[in-house]
């Protein structure tokens, strides 16, 4: 089983930027794709971005893309997202998992248990 802890999320003003960090550990990290997920209030989780294993793709929602950064140091079993020129409608609960593909990602298929997730709330 895969375990995830996210952290890095805070509060901040609209156009600001945060660093998210999820650290993993269960598995061979270096054998899965990784994702970062949203949940706002009231709303459904939704996929956000993704890498792939070998750190040569990624793919954005097109809400983030050209803002955030998904990123991953297989050394240290973690996976950020870079999030710059942040916007109130970015404010949600952040996830990360692992999953067999980014596309299985982008579906929402994944391996690992849900962890708490970090908060992101973005003022206006």
């Known amino acids: 089983q895969v375990q995830l802890v996210e952290s890095g999320g805070g509060l901040v003003q609209t156009g600001g930027s945060l660093r998210l960090s999820c650290a993993v550990s269960?598995?061979?990290?270096?054998?899965?794709?990784m994702g970062w997920f949203r949940q706002a209030p009231g709303q459904e989780r939704e996929f956000v971005a993704a890498i792939t294993w070998s750190d040569i793709s990624t793919y954005y929602v097109r809400s983030v893309k050209g803002r955030f950064t998904i990123s991953r140091d297989n050394a240290k079993n973690t996976v950020y997202l870079q999030m710059n020129s942040l916007k109130p409608e970015d404010t949600a609960v952040y996830y990360c998992?692992?999953?067999?593909?980014?596309?299985?990602?982008?579906?929402?298929?994944?391996?690992?248990?849900w962890g708490q997730g970090t908060q992101v709330t973005v003022t206006s």
């Open positions: 269960g598995r061979t990290f270096s054998n899965y794709a």
């Open positions: 998992n692992a999953g067999a593909t980014i596309w299985t990602l982008r579906e929402a298929r994944v391996i690992g248990s």
